[in-house]
């Protein structure tokens, strides 16, 4: 394997690792102990951190390896404060672009018709999974059709920050049903061509989503998931 294949796999794991919680805020990777693990040579073990380090998720620590980003109630704030104002913008171009291009409205009507059929199912693993390949897929579709490069693109930046905290966002059991019934209210409302009703809904749901976060923060004995961000 090359150096920059094994770069690339080193970056995708450790990446996947760092999204999906398996490596924790705070923790610490020794380069060495990366290398022995992917096989890898310090050259393609520091690509994959340098390019982590780019993303904001980890940051370098001389050259004995990295530290995962922690996530602190300040970064949660910020983030949505962030997220509230671009994604609602989005939601309302998109509104406005799907009465004049039929392939977005065909690809919100099919996450529609998606979130209604998931939403008569009883809760199972399966159905969490789906429902979070849907909220891709309707995230990845706002991004595609706002008509607007540079909103697009930093929504699009925002997106390793915003899947370290899904675990914490739904890690409340009835918080994924309520989730649900935000995204069918976005794209009913895009579907519907009405900018402000998708802005708006597009605004509780993420402020819904962050309460839900800080919640877990301050009660995490109420919380599915075990919750580690700092309080600064």
Do not use: W
């Not at 990295?66 to 994604?87: C, G, N, Y």
């Not at 607007?148 to 966002?169: D, G, K, Q, V, Y």
């Amino acid at each position: 394997m090359t150096g920059g294949s094994k770069s690339e796999q080193v970056y995708e794991q450790l990446r996947q690792d760092i999204l999906n919680g398996s490596l924790s805020p705070g923790q610490s990777l020794s380069a060495i102990d990366v290398g022995a693990r992917f096989s890898a040579s310090r050259t393609p073990v520091r690509q994959a951190f340098l390019r982590l380090e780019g993303e904001g998720l980890v940051s370098l620590i001389d050259r004995q390896g990295a530290r995962i980003a922690p996530i602190s109630i300040k970064s949660v704030r910020d983030l949505f404060e962030l997220r509230i104002l671009l994604e609602a913008a989005a939601a309302r171009i998109v509104a406005e672009a799907v009465a004049r291009d039929a392939a977005a409205r065909q690809q919100f009507e099919e996450v529609a018709d998606a979130l209604g059929a998931i939403s008569e199912e009883a809760p199972s693993e399966s159905r969490r999974d789906r429902f979070y390949e849907l909220t891709e897929t309707y995230d990845q579709a706002v991004i595609a059709h706002t008509r607007n490069a540079h909103l697009a693109r930093s929504i699009a930046e925002l997106r390793p920050h915003t899947e370290r905290l899904r675990n914490i966002a739904h890690s409340r059991p009835a918080r994924l049903d309520v989730s649900l019934a935000e995204h069918l209210s976005m794209c009913r409302a895009i579907l519907a061509g009405d900018g402000p009703a998708a802005a708006a809904a597009c605004t509780e749901h993420l402020t819904q989503t962050q309460k839900t976060i800080l919640d877990a923060v301050v009660d995490p004995q109420e919380a599915a998931v075990a919750i580690d961000l700092i309080t600064a």
